[in-house]
């Protein structure tokens, strides 16, 4: 009998664990289930349109890429560039290079183009600096320490290449209109003196001479010499 009871007592205690232990995992369960899941999704486009890579996310810091200053050469090699070589005009024509010009007339040295007023007035045959050349109907000009501005049409730069020095040999020399003896005298010059020779043709040399411009025999110049 005492046996019985025992076994029934154990039976009883087995049956009420299973219970406790089948409400706990109910309880658990029921825990779980009411946590809410958040699904969140990130976005595959950001505004601009470009996609959105979350492995591209770098935590490296990013520098400026300063603009280089080196030119490449036909040969693949770099050299540095100095922008302090280049002259530039400011009126917007490009670089300017100082050159000689020779006046084919008398003309007038102006202030400023066109109505300018007349600084003084330059002889025909005479070498003038070129100082800038972005007006092509007036050049600006240098002469005698004086700067201003003179008719393109009254100068001659081709010709400046051409011009040399002579000194006269004969005792009293005619400064001629023409390259011919019978041309009209427009002055002399003494021997010793040294003239610049702007033209050479049929053996005569076209001088500049103080403020005569003509032509003189060749056969009294004595060409390259001052």
Same mark, same amino acid.
């Not at 409400?23 to 595959?44: A, W």
């Not at 935590?59 to 050469?73: I, Q, R």
């Not at 302090?84 to 102006?110: C, D, F, H, I, M």
């Given at each position: 009998?005492?046996?019985?009871?025992?076994?029934? @007592?154990?039976?009883?205690?087995?049956? =009420?664990?299973?219970?406790?232990?089948?409400?706990?995992?109910? +309880? /658990?369960?029921? $825990?779980? #289930?009411? %946590?809410?899941? %958040?699904?969140?999704?990130?976005?595959?486009?950001?505004?601009?349109? +470009? &996609?959105?890579?979350? +492995?591209? %996310?770098?935590? $490296?810091?990013?520098?400026?890429?300063?603009?280089? @200053?080196?030119?490449?050469?036909?040969? !693949?090699?770099?050299? $540095?560039?100095?922008?302090?070589?280049?002259? @530039?005009?400011?009126? !917007?024509?490009?670089?300017?290079?100082?050159? #000689?010009? =020779?006046?084919?007339?008398?003309?007038? =040295?102006?202030?400023?183009?066109? +109505?300018? /007023?007349? %600084?003084?007035? &330059?002889?025909?045959?005479?070498?003038?600096?070129?100082?800038d050349t972005s007006n092509t109907k007036w050049y600006k000009v240098s002469y005698n320490g004086q700067t201003g501005y003179i008719s393109a049409e009254y100068l001659d730069t081709a010709a400046a290449g051409n011009v040399q020095t002579g000194k006269i040999t004969a005792n009293s020399l005619n400064i001629r209109e023409t390259n011919d003896s019978d041309s009209k005298s427009l002055g002399t010059v003494t021997k010793g003196t040294s003239v610049t020779i702007i033209e050479s043709s049929a053996g005569w040399h076209k001088i500049v001479y103080k403020d005569i411009t003509g032509w003189v025999s060749g056969d009294y110049v004595e060409v390259g010499s001052n």
């Open positions: 009998m005492k046996l019985k009871v025992a076994k029934l @007592t154990a039976l009883l205690l087995a049956l =009420l664990l299973c219970v406790t232990f089948a409400s706990c995992g109910e +309880d /658990k369960s029921e $825990e779980e #289930q009411s %946590i809410p899941v %958040i699904d969140l999704e990130l976005p595959t486009t950001t505004d601009s349109g +470009d &996609v959105y890579n979350p +492995d591209a %996310i770098t935590s $490296e810091p990013t520098t400026d890429v300063e603009p280089s @200053t080196e030119g490449e050469t036909s040969d !693949g090699e770099t050299t $540095e560039v100095d922008p302090s070589t280049e002259t @530039t005009n400011p009126n !917007g024509g490009g670089t300017t290079e100082t050159s #000689q010009a =020779l006046t084919t007339g008398t003309v007038n =040295l102006r202030e400023a183009p066109e +109505d300018g /007023k007349v %600084i003084t007035t &330059v002889n025909e045959g005479v070498l003038v600096t070129v100082l």
